[in-house]
């Protein structure tokens, strides 16, 4: 366990919780809350917690914004008039729908037009640079492609 511990690196808590609140503010967006324009700033918050990380890191954070978010859309199933099973429901469906965001951002951090993933710096040192070393026409080619 200590070992564990050791390898954990505190900028992945800070990726994390980066991903964990995009997908809470991706949730804020729908109908219970209903402040629409967070739509449009939490996936690129989710990417930015992928930015300058590799692929594995970039699964995670999308898994962890995924989770998020879907715990707080699926609400309704804790509605269900069963005593403990909607728990269990809720969260196993949560964890398995977050695949789809974490997917979609592995797919998006890999086909972006920057540096390879080998090449990125740490997060957060330079990585201002890091995502504008590519061209306008490039970074909009590339938002259409994660669309």
């Known amino acids: 366990m200590n070992r564990w511990i050791a390898k954990f690196k505190p900028e992945f ?6 991903a964990a609140g995009a ?11 209903s402040v629409a324009g967070l739509a449009w700033i939490a996936p690129g918050l989710l990417l930015f917690a992928a930015a300058g990380s590799s692929g594995r890191t970039a699964f995670r ?4 914004g995924g989770f998020a ?14 005593a403990i099973l909607p728990i269990f429901g809720w969260i ?22 920057g540096l390879l993933p080998q090449q990125k ?19 909009s080619i590339w938002a259409l492609q994660c669309a």
């Open 69 to 82: 978010f879907y715990l707080l859309t699926l609400y309704w199933l804790l509605y269900i008039p069963v």
């Open 61 to 64: 954070a999308g898994l962890a």
């Open 121 to 139: 710096r740490p997060w957060g040192s330079g990585l201002r640079d890091q995502l504008l070393e590519p061209s306008w026409l490039r970074r």
């Open 13 to 18: 808590g800070r990726r994390y919780l980066l």
């Open 92 to 113: 196993a469906l949560s964890a398995y729908v977050a695949l789809y965001p974490a997917l979609w951002v592995w797919l998006s951090w890999r086909i972006f037009p």
């Open 23 to 33: 997908g809470i503010l991706l949730g804020f967006a729908f109908p219970k809350f």
